[in-house]
């Protein structure tokens, strides 16, 4: 059928009929947002290249937390900021190590949370690389051995999922069997699948202090030229035991999410990093863009793309865009 017949603006003159047919909504049941926590106390230092994202030490991620909860925000991927590191990020697997007694203090102080860990070393390495340097050039097998034992560490600490974020081959295999032996068996295993080498991690590596100090992630991290790649990525994760799986970054990558969700039946993680974040705050901040309506429609392409979950700095702010637009509307005129 064709126009006049057919007129497709017909379903979108009255506001309560485009909600009606609308395709693609928002809950905040699929949020989960990313926290930095640092050493020391009563801390709360404003990341620059992210405005609104902090450095905080545990006290203040705990009642972070629990603001957040309150507001409906209710999963958390917790980075931890070391003042000490080492060559191959040992210290990350130490039970006293910072996001160890983060999960600790948080889980003793809020209920109904989900606490989710990177494992990566990057964080805790001298040289800011994912892993052990062999040859001036991260060791794929030695730096298994080292985010194993992480995992287990942060499971052991309370951890709800485990989240490999280094792109090492066969890390879901170790994580699984150690996590197995040492009686983890009902953690779950999210899956950093699909990673790709990109300009967009840029202000998480100022936030963490993590950017290489040579070189740089291209022999782990995918190249951004490929998608058949990240066809075997997920093959691969889902073999050895994964149980959910991410594409990240979000944006520029809305057609590999897509493609994941028509190929896998996981639960599909998107992450909206840290560049795209601070993309949109730059110009929030020189008042060239509607900054909540940008948020809105940024969440809801990576939702449309076929992403069930969303990993988003932006989480409080939805939460405040998603609870006011749910208040209950006046039904009679006058009252
Ligand atoms: C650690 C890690 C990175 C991010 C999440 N986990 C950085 C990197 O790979 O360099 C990036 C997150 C973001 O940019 O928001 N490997």
Redesign the pocket.
Known sequence: MSFPKTRLRRLRYNPILRDLVSETSLSLNDLIY?IFICEGENIKTEIPSMPGQYNLSIDNAVELCKIAVIKGVKSFLLFGVPDKKDEHGHLACLDNSIVQRAIKSIKKECNNILLIA?V?N?EYTTHGH?GTIIDGDVDNDLTLETLASQSVSLAKAGADIIAP??MMDGRVAIIRKELDNAGYEKTPILSYAV?YSSA??G???NAVN?SPTFGN?NTY?MNPTNKDEAMREVEQDVSEGADMLMVKPALSYLDIISKVKNNFDLPLVA?N???EYAMVKAAAANNWIDEQRMIMEIITSIKRAGADIIITYHALELADILNKKNEPKKIYKGI
Do not use: I, L
Request: with cysteine; charged share 25%.
């Open positions: 990313p990177d990566c990057c994912c974020s280094d990673k967009f991690y202000p998480f590596r993590s992630r991290q992450y990093v840290s560049g």
